[in-house]
Each structure stands twice: as C-alpha cells, then as structure tokens.
C-alpha cells in the first residue's frame, strides 16, 4: 500500500510526500523528477550508510552518470558549518553541477543539513529528501526548513529551500531504537492536539497497533500527521503567522533540552513541553483538567516522560528567552484552545511557566 501528499508552495504544487513501505519506486520518482542521467550524491550519515546507502546506491545507479555516498560523522553535535564545509569540498572534487542532484538520507539532522547544502551550493541544487526516522517523516523533511546550529543555538543559520520530493519508507522504522521512535511520536502527538482532534483521538484509539509497528496503522498515521503539517506549511512557508503553532510544546521542550545538555531526546523533550503548554492552558480554564490529564497520561503507554528530574526551573525559564523562537524580549508560546484547537500567545508569564514547569518536575518521595 502506498499514499501521496503533494505540498503546494506559493499556490502551485510543489513536491509529493510519497508513503510506501519500501524503496521501490524511488528510482521511477527521481526519473520522473529529470534527474536520469545526472550525478547524484547521498548524504547520510555514519549511522545510516551501513543500513541504507548501498540499497539506494544500487536502486539508483542505473539512471544516473555518477552516484557516491557522503557520510557525515552521526549526532546533532556535528550539525555545524565546519560538517557543511567537508561537503561542499566532496561536491566540488567530484564536479557536481546545478543539475545534479542530492539525496538526504537519514533523520532529521541529516535532512536539514544536506537541505543546507542543496540550498547554498551553486546558490541552489535539488535535493531530495529520504527520511529514516519518525521524527523527520512526521516533521523535518516536511516544509523545507533547512540549517545547522551556530555557537550553542539550534538550527541558528539556514534557510527555507523545498526538497523535489519526500520519500518515505515506512521499513525504516522496523529497526528503529525504541526511544528514537518515541521521540518521533510526540510530533505526530503533537499534531493531532494542535489540529484533528479526531486525529488525537484515533491515535489514542491505536495505541497497541502504534506500538507494534503494524504497517497499515503507521501509514494511516503517517498520512494524517503529514497532512497536518502539509496544511500548516502551504498557508505559512516561512513562520510569518501559524507556523508556528508547530512549535507547540517547543518554547519549554527546546529549553529543558538544552538544559538536560541534550541527554534527552528532543521528541522527550516536546512530550514534556506539551504538557506544560497543555498545563498552562488548563490553568487559563481553556481546556478542561480532565482534557490535561488525558492529554498528560497518554504520553505513558507511547513511552514518553510526563516528568524529569533534576532540572533548575530558573535555568530553564532564562533558557526559553534565548531561544530562536523568541522574538527579541517576547516569549511565543503556543496554547491549546481545546484538543485539536491551537493559538499563538505573548502573555504567558514566568510565574505560569514555573507552574508549569514544578508540575513536570520529578520530587523523589520521601516515604
Ligand atoms: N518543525 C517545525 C516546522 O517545521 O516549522
């Protein structure tokens, strides 16, 4: 079974979201896209190559004049310049033109850095997007945001540059790491509280087939937490406005994620800020406190934190002021008006967020 997305840009298609459950039609899409005949480089990196690069190697090797493999050294502490450097010199030693082609294979640091590299090489080459974890099928390769970080601030330089296409096999997930998988569903979680609340619900309804991996159920799911973020991107490619509503559980996620040194995983870390931004909300008598419960608890059986522990409330709060996503002295949070409902608010105090925050905070018993 497979299903297809197409992301318009500027009122006009742009690239298709293809959801299969192999790579099997990969090299008919890159053909269809004009790229027989060009040269073609996949960048991954060192924990993907071995699991990946030789399959689209080989699947792409007939239709293209060269094809080679570049593997960045794994882990989001090598999303810098220095990393982006290394490839362009790997293009350029192998003469790679506007009309080659680049193939981001890997997760989410992978595809918004060779998205970088598509955007800034030759003032821009296509590139296409081949996401291997949930995480970035569910949000990063989606929507065309592309960058690095920069002296301790995330994804600081970059720029907004559309892939040619996103092709997602959902196989890859098989062998997905427990927590990364995890991680990857507080996005798709996400998705559902800040838009479909039936989605929210369904989802809730699928936890047993979710948590099995049942291939029916993750292309279902997939497709309607794509379709969420394909409608939130068409409206506002650039974050003008509501896009970023996606940012909802990001203001305290990405600050307790830079405070935990990034021992936790960002999706963790977006559980967590989810339900402070859900607290909140609860707080404001928006959502019910039996909506914030339920939202709180079914983080559980998707095996994601509801709390942490040892985390300095103050350090945390000073973090979210310097966050990309604060816009000089304002603090953008996103609040939920109801499950499926949300909006975009600069009045939330940090007395809330230390409510918020003391509520997610794990206190030993001393019982
Ligand atoms: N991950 C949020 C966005 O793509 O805007």
């Not at 071995?50 to 999303?79: F, Q, R, V």
Request: with cysteine; aromatic share 10%.
């Amino acid at each position: 079974m497979s299903k297809v997305l197409t992301v318009n840009y500027e009122g006009k298609p742009c690239y298709d979201i293809v959801l299969d459950d192999s790579f099997g039609a990969l090299k008919e899409r890159v053909a269809e896209l004009g790229f027989e005949g060009r040269k073609i480089c996949i960048v991954t990196d060192t924990n993907v190559k071995p699991l990946y690069s030789d399959d689209i190697m080989n699947l792409l090797e007939p239709i293209s004049s060269a094809i080679y493999t570049y593997a960045i050294p794994a882990g989001e502490a090598n999303k810098n310049l220095g990393e982006i450097e290394k490839v362009y010199e790997f293009l350029i030693e192998r003469h790679f033109d506007r009309h080659d082609l680049i193939v981001a294979l890997g997760g989410g640091v992978v595809g918004d850095m060779a998205g970088f590299v598509a955007a800034s090489f030759l003032r821009g080459i296509a590139f296409i997007q081949v996401p291997t974890t949930l995480l970035a099928q569910a949000d990063s390769s989606i929507g065309g945001k592309t960058g690095v970080d920069f002296n301790g601030y995330k994804n600081m330089v970059g720029a907004f540059y559309m892939p040619k296409l996103v092709y997602m096999n959902l196989s890859t997930l098989k062998t997905l790491d427990g927590r990364q998988y995890a991680s990857g569903f507080a996005e798709i979680m996400k998705h559902g509280l800040i838009k479909n609340e039936k989605f929210y619900i369904w989802l809730i309804d699928h936890i047993y087939e979710i948590n099995d991996k049942d291939p029916d159920t993750l292309i279902e799911m997939l497709y309607e937490s794509c379709t969420v973020k394909k409608n939130v991107v068409e409206k506002d490619p650039t974050e003008k406005g509501d896009r970023a509503l996606l940012n909802f559980g990001h203001t305290l996620g990405h600050a307790i994620e830079k405070h935990c040194n990034f021992e936790l995983f960002h999706g963790e870390c977006v559980a967590l800020g989810c339900i402070a931004a859900s607290f909140i909300s609860w707080k404001r008598e928006l959502i019910s406190k039996e909506d914030y419960y339920e939202i709180r608890d079914m983080f559980v059986p998707f095996n994601l934190p509801i709390s942490v522990e040892n985390i300095d409330i103050d350090e945390v709060i000073k973090l979210t002021k310097s966050d990309k996503k604060a816009d000089s002295n304002t603090i953008k949070f996103v609040l939920l008006k109801k499950i499926g409902k949300a909006f975009i608010d600069t009045t939330v105090t940090e007395d809330e967020m230390r409510k918020a925050l003391e509520e997610i905070l794990w206190v030993e018993d001393d019982e």
